[in-house]
C-alpha cells in the first residue's frame, strides 16, 4: 500500500498498536492489534490514498466498539484523548503479537456472518490469548483502563 512501516520502541504499553493488511473476499483489511492487551481492530475499505487518515479512522472505530463494549464513557474519554498524542500504529516483529495478528486473519473469514463489524469484533476479542494469561483481550483493555484513569 505504498507507506513506509515505523518501527515502534514503545510495544508494550497501551498506547501501542500494531497492523497487518489481510485480503479477504479480494478485498483489502488492516488488522490492528493492541501490543499490550492484544485488542484487535479490523478496518475495511480503506485506500492507498486513505492512509494519512488511518489513525482518524482506526480512533473513531475504536471508540464506537469500545462504547459497544459497554465500557464507562469517561475511562474511554480519557484514554482518547490522552491517546490523540501517544497512540502509534506500527509494525512488529514481536512473535506473540504476530501470533495473535495470525488468528484473527484466520477467524477473518467468519466475519460474514456477523450483522456488524462491531459484533465480529466483540466476538474476536473474547478469544482467550496465552500471552495475557489466558483471559480475553477487552477485559484486559478495560482492566487497563480502569487502573490508568480511575
Do not use: C
Not at 100 to 115: A, G, N, Q, R, Y
Amino acid at each position: 500500500m505504498k507507506i513506509t512501516p515505523e518501527e515502534n520502541e514503545n510495544s508494550s504499553s497501551l498506547f501501542s498498536w500494531h497492523a497487518n493488511i489481510i485480503k479477504l473476499n479480494n478485498r483489502k483489511y488492516i488488522v490492528i492489534v493492541n501490543g499490550l492487551s492484544r485488542v484487535s481492530v479490523i478496518l475495511g475499505g480503506i485506500r492507498s490514498a486513505q492512509l494519512p487518515k488511518l489513525i482518524q479512522t482506526f480512533s473513531t472505530t475504536l471508540l464506537e466498539y469500545l462504547k459497544s463494549e459497554g465500557i464507562e464513557p469517561k475511562l474511554i474519554d480519557s484514554y482518547m484523548k490522552e491517546g490523540q498524542e501517544k497512540i502509534t500504529i506500527s509494525k512488529t516483529n514481536n512473535r506473540s503479537v504476530l501470533g495473535t495478528m495470525k488468528e484473527v486473519t484466520l477467524f477473518s473469514d467468519s466475519m460474514d456472518s456477523f450483522d456488524n463489524n462491531y459484533e465480529f469484533l466483540k466476538w474476536i476479542n473474547r478469544v482467550i490469548h496465552k500471552p495475557i494469561n489466558y483471559n480475553e483481550p477487552i477485559h484486559v483493555f478495560k482492566d487497563e483502563l480502569e487502573k490508568n484513569y480511575l
